[in-house]
């Protein structure tokens, strides 16, 4: 029984070259010599590991399940492979001759994505690569999904690989964030913020960046453009009020306290007094105590493991804001976040008062 079945499979594979005036269909053993990889194949990377397991393996056993082709339209008589490179190139490794195949004539490009999507083996680059040739063929979005049996929002998102940012792609290629939502939500904040997200890139190499570490990023951005038009708002008033400013800020300090912090930042920001000849005039005590808090601040920065959601967690409860001694601590902090420099008060409150100047 088994010498007939092999002798079915030598006819079959003798007459397997098809004439001009019939191709056929349905099962039969190809010579491998007749055959070729699709160019347009979405799957371009291959583990060699463990594509030497597998060659092996057909070694050992052969090629139990088939192969898919069809006929290549360029070249009569030979074939295009719609599903098996890694048993076609198992089989070339393994040195055999011919391999086992259906010849499928009903085929669209679409399917070869389809079968490596339903397996999980295709990268957000490789499906990306089959939209971008969709897309560039006439098919909108929603044909493309309808084709793969996805939404709209996940063509859209494997759509924008095609055309990142350099700073984006640099983090995809690197392996930094593969998560292709994240990439989206990182590329649709880097059009918005682009300054902001370079400097966020560049502070938080190399480590790997997640989905939930962009939403932060995404909060904290938010954030800081609340603050930012805070600032303006003090400042708007600041204009209206400029000739009772020091008047009124003189009234303050007498019906109620305020913190040492919070009275250096308004000498400096509303009384537009100088950095060095507010320290001369400190007691030794009141000098000390100030250079102590910022100096907490300064190392908080530069021992910061993730900046980022520190300063979300400090805006949120008011260790930082806009104004007062929360402003001055986070000057001080993002000082010693680029832990370049060593510290210097009146190199910070230098920057505070510069701040007003702006």
């Not at 690197?174 to 502070?203: F, P, Q």
């Amino acid at each position: 029984m088994a010498n007939e079945k092999r002798g079915a499979l030598k006819k079959t594979a003798a007459t397997a070259v098809p004439s001009k005036s019939a191709t056929p269909t349905g099962a039969t053993e190809i010579d491998i010599n007749l055959i070729i990889e699709d160019i347009h194949q979405p799957r371009k990377e291959f583990n060699q590991d463990t594509l030497r397991e597998l060659t092996e393996t057909v070694k050992l056993r052969g090629v139990k399940s088939p192969i898919s082709v069809r006929p290549n339209p360029d070249k009569p008589g030979t074939y295009i492979i719609n599903h098996g490179a890694r048993r076609y190139r198992a089989s070339i490794n393994a040195g055999l001759k011919t391999i086992p195949a259906f010849i499928d004539t009903d085929y669209s490009e679409a399917d070869q994505v389809i079968e490596n999507l339903q397996r999980d083996n295709l990268t957000s680059r490789e499906i990306a690569d089959f939209i971008g040739r969709q897309l560039a063929a006439g098919k909108t979005k929603s044909d493309i999904a309808r084709q793969l049996g996805k939404t709209n929002p996940y063509i859209t998102t494997h759509a924008a690989l095609l055309d990142l940012p350099d700073p984006i792609d640099e983090v995809y290629r690197s392996g930094r964030c593969t998560d292709v939502t994240a990439i989206y939500d990182l590329t649709r904040l880097y059009k918005a913020n682009k300054e902001e997200v370079i400097n966020w890139l560049n502070l938080s190499a190399p480590e790997e960046i997640s989905r939930l570490d962009v939403k932060h990023f995404s909060k904290f951005l938010e954030l800081k453009k609340t603050q930012d038009a805070i600032d303006s708002d003090e400042q708007s008033q600041k204009n209206e009020d400029k000739s009772n400013a020091a008047t009124d800020q003189h009234a303050k300090k007498q019906d109620a306290p305020v913190s040492l912090l919070d009275s250096i930042y308004h000498l400096i920001k509303k009384d537009n007094r100088k950095p060095q000849d507010l320290i001369r005039e400190l007691s030794g005590d009141d000098k000390k105590l100030l250079t102590t808090k910022v100096k907490d601040y300064f190392e908080e920065g530069r021992n910061c493991p993730n900046m980022i959601q520190y300063t979300i967690n400090a805006l949120q409860d008011g260790r930082f804001s806009a104004k007062g001694s929360g402003a001055l601590q986070l000057i001080a902090f993002l000082y010693g976040a680029e832990r370049s420099t060593n510290f210097d008060l009146f190199k910070i409150l230098d920057e505070l008062a510069n701040q007003e100047a702006g």
